[in-house]
């Protein structure tokens, strides 16, 4: 594409900017505000950032959303590196069209279709619903954007030094250890961020999923924002704001390190399914 | 040639095997059961429908089974116009968003591509970091500015453009505002992708030849975008039409997507035949746009085995 931006390129990117950030920045300037009202500016105050420290409620949803995120995303960083090994590497197999389809389907599949038929799953097999239902939804939603992440970068590196390793009389499993997983580590890392995030995002599949002494975050949140706006939901929203862009400069200084420019643009975002699809 | 592809072994088949029975057993069965489940008719029971298809039994029991399968959810699905207007609005707010987000996502992908190439990955970063922030973050995040008492109106009120506060909460355009914004990123990703690739010297061979600039764009750009248009439309259209919570915090109670549809078949009814029968016609209704979807996708990994 040629460069030379004019004034109405300049403007389209600035406006869009601005229409992505503004909500944030009056949702964190919000949770600073001494007032329990919106329109009223009650000077700045920490006063809902205190009050979330006795919320016994949302401090214990807040540590079940943390354990059902590392679980679930790393269960969903092995198995989604896999399956995109699977459809990088091993070449043909019966099924694979299947496999595929299953692959792909969950990135665009409504969050209610997902969550009901996992639900019944569940209660299909008898299992009690809590932690291990959610953590196991989460994997299969998570996994799908593991592997769209680390297959782009699979279908990015040079096959020559993993033919060369094998030419050389190197073992599959060792050459997988010794060149090809160091070549797509920065990769692995992004997507568990990725399935950490998404994980903590979701509140429709968790809805579904979840038991009695299983309230994620989200689940949480939702209900107490359906009874309207408190200045608290501001403040932990706030802060789940800044642990969440922290992880995401982070993992893409991580991705930076190891893998080129092109990459690390691909691996952006959780719409980084883009990057395989060019 | 494929390095691990001559020698299949045990090891190649367990690398296999294992994503693809995880998949089988949380994706694939759980759309039989939602099937099986929306030919069952709801009672009063644990789990609340019959029937319930019991291994035990046998033959015998298969047999009883398949004969007490009804249609019944679905009769009652094309009976009540309620559902067939939650397709419908569905279907609206999904196609008016999905052009919107198009008419203004497009600019924003043009934009980032013609920036100074130093730029770029800033630019694609602050578009998507936003987006690493909770889904439900930001749409309370609108709440808060679309509210009664909220900024909005606050500063139409102060500006005096109007007299009185508007109700923008609980309406259509509340839907929009939250659909766009939660979605602007999956228009402008795959929109970036393809301008960022066009080859400038066929922009360059078009002014040569005395094409004017917007002509060029029309005629060469455009056309070579067309891919990244139809990624970013189908990766916004087929989420948006199932959308649960952004018309549940944002919109109206006077008409449901068809998304609140099943959720409130599910956990307020608990009519759980209805809600799988709601979701196996929703899951008909996105399977072609689903399904071009994949086509999408693979293309590139597809291409590389040959």
């Not at chain 1, 989200?218 to 862009?245: D, W």
């Not at chain 2, 309620?82 to 052009?99: D, M």
Request: hydrophobic fraction near 55%.
């Amino acid at each position: 594409m040629k460069r030379g931006a004019s004034a109405f390129n300049a403007l389209s990117v600035s406006i869009g900017l601005a229409f992505l950030y503004l909500p944030i920045v009056v949702l964190v300037t919000y949770s600073f505000n001494g007032s329990r009202l919106v329109t009223v500016w009650g000077g700045w105050s920490l006063a809902w950032y205190r009050e979330l420290l006795h919320d016994h409620v949302i401090l214990q949803a807040a540590w079940v959303s943390l354990r059902v995120g590392v679980v679930s995303a790393s269960a969903a960083t092995i198995l989604g590196t896999l399956a995109a090994i699977v459809l990088v590497r091993l070449g043909d197999f019966r099924g694979r069209l299947l496999f595929s389809g299953m692959v792909y389907a969950p990135l665009v599949m409504p969050e209610v279709i997902t969550g009901l038929s996992l639900l019944l799953l569940f209660v299909a097999l008898d299992v009690d619903r809590g932690f291990w239902t959610i953590t196991a939804a989460h994997t299969t939603l998570t996994m799908c954007f593991v592997t769209v992440i680390v297959q782009s970068r699979l279908i990015g590196f040079d096959q020559s030094l993993e033919e060369a390793a094998m030419d050389l009389g190197c073992p599959p499993f060792k050459t997988f250890l010794t060149i090809t997983l160091p070549l797509i580590a920065p990769a692995i890392a992004a997507g568990w961020m990725l399935a950490f995030s998404l994980s903590l995002d979701d509140l429709v599949i968790a809805s579904f999923t979840t038991g009695p002494g299983a309230t994620t975050l989200p689940i949480r949140i939702y209900s107490e924002v359906r009874l309207g706006v408190k200045p608290e939901i501001n403040a932990i929203c706030t802060i789940m704001i800044v642990v969440v862009a922290l992880g995401a400069i982070a993992s893409s200084l991580i991705a930076k390190r190891g893998a080129s420019q092109r990459e690390s643009e691909a691996l952006g975002a959780r719409s980084s399914e883009f990057g395989a699809m060019q | 040639m494929h390095p691990f592809r001559q020698n299949r072994s045990w090891g190649a088949w367990a690398v296999i095997l294992t994503p693809y029975l995880w998949l089988v057993v949380f994706f694939l069965a759980p759309f039989v059961i939602v099937l099986k489940i929306s030919l069952s008719q709801a009672a009063l029971s644990q789990p609340p429908y019959s029937p319930i298809f019991d291994i035990t039994a046998g033959w015998a029991g298969l047999a009883a089974f398949f004969g007490n399968l009804s249609f019944e959810s679905y009769r009652l699905l094309s009976a009540d116009l309620i559902y067939l207007f939650s397709y419908l609005k569905s279907l609206e707010v999904g196609a008016i968003s999905t052009a919107v987000l198009f008419a203004i996502g497009y600019p924003i992908a043009y934009g980032i591509a013609r920036s100074p190439r130093s730029w770029q990955p800033l630019l694609v970063m602050a578009v998507v970091l936003p987006f690493w922030t909770s889904f439900l973050i930001r749409v309370y995040a609108w709440i808060n500015i679309l509210q009664h008492d909220g900024l909005l109106n606050d500063i139409l009120l102060r500006l005096h453009i109007v007299d009185s506060p508007v109700a923008w909460l609980s309406s259509d355009t509340a839907i929009y505002i939250g659909v766009v914004y939660s979605y602007l990123p999956f228009m402008v990703l795959p929109l970036y992708a393809t301008l960022e690739k066009i080859d400038g010297t066929l922009l360059e061979a078009a002014a040569d030849l005395g094409c004017p600039r917007w002509k060029t764009f029309w005629l060469v750009t455009f056309p070579l975008s067309l891919p990244g248009v139809a990624a970013g439309a189908l990766l916004c259209f087929i989420p948006i039409v199932g959308e649960y919570v952004i018309p549940d915090l944002l919109g109206g109670s006077e008409s449901q997507m068809i998304g609140q549809s099943l959720w409130t078949e599910f956990f307020s009814s608990r009519d759980w035949p209805v809600a799988s029968a709601i979701a196996m016609a929703l899951l008909a209704l996105l399977l072609i746009p689903i399904l071009f979807y994949e086509r999408l996708q693979q293309g590139p990994i597809e291409g590389r085995l040959q």
